[in-house]
Every structure is written in structure tokens, then in C-alpha cells.
């Protein structure tokens, strides 16, 4: 999906046009931790397009001076963005700050479009011409607070779209990725599953999406480890603030099919491993915890079952995910990696067979009946399966309102248990039978 970034100095509106282009999405809510809070990285939809929008301005820079703080989130978006959109505010005119924007955005070569926001009437319009001095062309007039002129600024927006590389990797092959916090030895593990020190990984600005990818084979399987290249490249102030390594995460997350959710052995669970976790389970991808720096844990033969333990207690919504622990610095258990991920894989883009997994379901009906309320039960009368990756079930029933979630988790499980829907997360859809 294309990659949309807000740019701005601050209180021109970027969080408010964020918030009206992201518009109700409602997103899955369980036993996730914080996921929906505080956000600066969703979907969006805008006609036929379907994208993703980066809110810059949450970016929070910690005390950098004011010109650098802006700087750094320009840069953000344009080391992540597809199309930038460039936020001014037409009640205070071009500032230098805005210059500042400017000349940082001129820079990098990719498609800007400037909007003028808190435009809020037509009287309003002829301040816009200013705006042209900045060097992006016609200037958008819209109204974050009245939600005007949008539609014509996401318009111009979407025409970059279709210009960028489109990448494509082919059925067969499995896109994976290496998420945690940092230092938790993500860039040394990709090198020891690939087995050699240093990956030579072209990072040149501008070259195509592929480049920050790694791709492999190993015993006649392709792989791609996704978004090489941002585990690898440090140095960069904002790189180690915790929203652009979540954002990074994010990005990376969307494009895999398994996600290995790294946990450091030797400091143990922490927060923010959590909410990584939690990402890649809402989106539904296969997930691996990797424990990784094993080598550096003083251990008996307890030690192993102690941890995994605590990461189950710690991760209740990954019940699904396998726990391999290995050590990227000596290499101790890497081989145990592959075949998990392969597995994974597999069961994320498994398809069972309706009359099996009718039976299952009425199977599981028998052994537990199904809930009730107000005098009226759940009735259900089929199911089937409607997409792969991860496996998703409609269950016809006759009023989806009493198909409560400790029901569907029930049903989830049998599922799970029957087809061995191991290292992935599956979904459940009630619907009316008409
Ligand atoms: P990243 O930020 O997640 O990419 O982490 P790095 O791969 O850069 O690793 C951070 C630090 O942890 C480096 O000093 C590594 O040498 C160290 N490290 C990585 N993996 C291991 C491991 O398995 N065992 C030990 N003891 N140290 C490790």
C-alpha cells in the first residue's frame, strides 16, 4: 500500500486531518495492549484507493530546539513516505518555518503536495497565493475543522500513487520480519540466518522498495527478510525514539507473512515488546517469539520452561505463537528457526475442507452447547472458510449478537486444534443466514 506522511510546523492541523482521513475505522479490539490509543500510523481509504497515513507531528522529538524538531519529522517522512503532504496554515501565512519545511521537503526529490489548512470559507481563498512561493505548485485550500477541500488534496495525492514501484515477491515465496525494541539483537540475527558478518544492503535514496529488503533461499525455499535495511540502519536521532520504531515496526509488520516478535533473554519482557506483539496479531500475520542473547542467561534445566511461562502469561493473545529461543551471537539453536517459520507459514495460508471442518464445528457444539440469552440461543448452521492469511471463517448462525467472545474463542480453539492451525491467528465471522 502506498505510504501518505503529513509534514508540518506545529498547530497548523496535521492530527486534525489525520483524524478526519483515517475517519471511524473502528479497529479489532481484544486483549490487545494500547493498540488504538494515541495513534499516528493507520489505514485509510479514499475513493478506490487504499493507503496508509503517517501523522509526522506525533513523532514527539524529545527537547531538540523547535527548528530541529521539525526537521526531524520532515525527514521521517520522507525516509518512509510515497507522497508527502505538506501542511501550512492560511490564517497565518508562510512562515519560516514553513520555509524551513520547505527547502528540507525540496531536497528529497519525492511528490509533495501543499495544503493550506483552517481555510474555512471562500472569502479565505485569495490568501492562498502566497503559498506558491514555497515551490510546490497550486496550493490545496482545506478546512480540517469543517473538512472541506479534502477530497481535491487527497485527489492530488493519489495521482503519485500508481507511479511508484510496485514490488512483488510471488506466491511461493515467505516474506518474514524481525520486530522488537531495540538492541534486542534484530541486525545480528538476520546476520547469522544468513550466515555470513556483514549483508551488503544498497541504501541509497530513492532506489526501489526491494532494496531494503533481503532476499534468500535456503533448502530450495525462498525467503525475504522484509525491511533489512531499517534494522540495520542506526544513527539517525529519531531512530531511537519509541513512535518511529513502532512506525518502522508497523511498515514492516504489513508487509510479511511471519513476524518474529524478538525478546531479549537476558532483560526479559518489557512494555513495548507487548504492544509490537500486539500489532502483528491485529493484523493478522504469523508470529514467532523469538527469545534471543539465550547464551547470556544463566540457565538450569528449568530456566527454558520458567520463560516460556512468563511470555505466556505475558502474551495471552498470542497463545497460537510458537517460542524458540536461540542465541544470534553463537548461533547455538539458529537452525531450529527455519522450520518454525516454515510452519508457520504453511498453517497461515492453510485451507481445511468444508465438510471437515463442519464436523468440527458440530463436534464442538455437542461437547459445549451454545450460549443463550434472553431465552433465545445461538443456532449455528454452517461454516466455511473465506480467505487464507490469515484463515478467516464465516459461521452462518441465526443471530450473530449471541455468539458471544468467550463462544467464538471456544470455537477458535477447536479449530485450531483440529487442523493444527499452529503459529497463526485465525478469525472468526458470524453472520445472519439469510
Ligand atoms: P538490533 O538493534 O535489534 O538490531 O540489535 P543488534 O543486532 O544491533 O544487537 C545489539 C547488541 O546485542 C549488540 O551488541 C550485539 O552484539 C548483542 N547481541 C545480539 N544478539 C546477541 C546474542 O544472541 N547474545 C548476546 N550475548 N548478545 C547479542
Known sequence: KPVV????????????????????????????????????????????????????GGIDIGDEPFLEQIRQQAEVAIDEAD???????????????????????????????????????????????????????????????????????????????????????GEEVIKFSLIGRPNVGKSSLVNSLLGEERVIVSDVAGTTRDAVDTPYKYDGQEYVIIDTAGMRKKGKVYESTEKYSVLRALRAIERSDVVLVLIDGEEGIIDQDKKIAGYAHEAGRAVIIVVNKWDAVEKDEKTMDKFEKSIRAHFQFLDYAPVVFVSALTKKRIHTLLPVINMASENHSMRVQSSILNEVVMDAVAMNPTPTENGRRLKIFYATQVAVKPPTFVVFVNEPELMHFSYERFLENRIREAFGFEGTPIRLIARARK
Do not use: C
Open 83 to 169: 507522497v508527502i503532504i505538506f501542511m501550512t496554515n492560511g490564517r497565518e501565512g508562510v512562515t519560516s518555518a514553513d520555509e524551513h519545511v520547505a527547502k528540507i521537503l525540496f531536497k528529497s526529490n519525492k511528490p509533495v503536495v501543499l495544503a493550506v489548512n483552517k481555510v474555512d470559507n471562500p472569502e479565505m481563498r485569495n490568501q492562498i497565493y502566497d503559498f506558491y512561493s514555497l515551490g510546490f505548485g497550486e496550493p490545496f485550500p482545506i478546512s480540517g475543522s469543517h473538512g472541506l477541500g479534502l477530497g481535491d488534496l487527497l485527489d492530488a495525492a493519489a495521482e503519485h500513487f500508481d507511479k511508484r514501484e510496485i514490488e512483488d515477491y
Open 5 to 56: 506522511a503529513i509534514v508540518g510546523r506545529p498547530n497548523v492541523g496535521k492530527s486534525t486531518i489525520f483524524n478526519r482521513v483515517v475517519g471511524e475505522r473502528v479497529s479489532i479490539v481484544e486483549d490487545t495492549p494500547g493498540v488504538t490509543r494515541d495513534r499516528i500510523y493507520s489505514s485509510a481509504e479514499w475513493l478506490n484507493h487504499d493507503f496508509n497515513i503517517i501523522d509526522t
